[in-house]
């Protein structure tokens, strides 16, 4: 079954400083990974997938993630945290078993300081 | 190409009474998927429909319940409203399933 956890509920950071937000998920069968963030009052958006291939995905917003499957682990990065990046991130994984389900973690609250 | 849409985005209902969201995918997109979003348990999973099926199904009650037409639209209704059926609504529209999800606003639902 899957499932996907992630570590911190909300992390804090100041302007300028690493962004990393953690992501670890179990699946029966080769996953899909997706980060997306959701800004208040909006829908999700799309910021990186794995799906084959490459284990270091690039994102949009500089965001970027890498897929450790000795792990079972997603996480997601970002070099240097700018104000307009705090935002709701959630990391969610894909199996294809007959149908289609996707399920999400409980979602990280990046909070970003001046 | 348009993005996905829902309506109504606000909704406003008493326990008991029944309720009909709609989803309309982005063009081209045949697969559509219902979440349900409240600060308590996150993001669940409702059900997914590709190409007026229905493929996959949550751990929610019956009183859920969706559809999806020819042109790919899609309707999710809930019945008996409970006032935990507040949430915030979520379709997403996919080209196949498996790949990304284009995330519609979303429609607000209260339950008073």
């Known amino acids: 079954a899957q499932s996907v956890t992630q570590l911190g509920s909300h992390v804090s950071v100041s302007e300028g400083a690493l962004v990393l937000l953690r992501c670890n998920y179990s699946?029966?069968?080769?996953?899909?990974l997706f980060w997306y963030v959701q800004y208040p009052n909006q829908g999700l958006q799309l910021l990186l997938k794995y799906t084959t291939g490459a284990t270091l995905v690039k994102g949009i917003n500089g965001f970027e993630a890498e897929f450790k499957k000795s792990e079972t682990s997603f996480h997601l990065t970002k070099p240097s945290a700018h104000m307009s990046d705090a935002a709701e991130y959630f990391c969610a994984v894909s199996e294809e078993t007959g149908g289609f389900k996707t399920i999400f973690g409980a979602g990280t609250r990046l909070f970003v300081k001046a | 190409k348009a993005g996905v849409t829902q309506t109504p985005r606000y909704l406003i209902k008493t326990r008991g009474q029944q309720v009909t969201l709609s989803c309309s995918p982005i063009?081209?997109?045949?697969?559509v998927s219902w979440y349900q979003q409240t600060p308590g348990q996150g993001l669940q999973f409702l059900f997914e429909?590709?190409?007026?099926?229905?493929?996959n199904k949550g751990n929610f009650p019956g009183r859920f319940s969706g559809r999806q037409f020819s042109n790919s639209r899609s309707e999710m209704n809930v019945s008996t409203l409970e006032l935990g059926d507040s949430a915030l609504y979520l379709c997403a529209s996919s080209f196949q399933g498996y790949n990304e999800q284009f995330f519609g606003p979303g429609t607000r639902l209260t339950v008073l």
């Open positions: 429909y590709f190409s007026e099926t229905q493929r």
């Open positions: 699946s029966s069968v080769p996953p899909y």
């Open positions: 063009s081209g997109h045949r697969s």
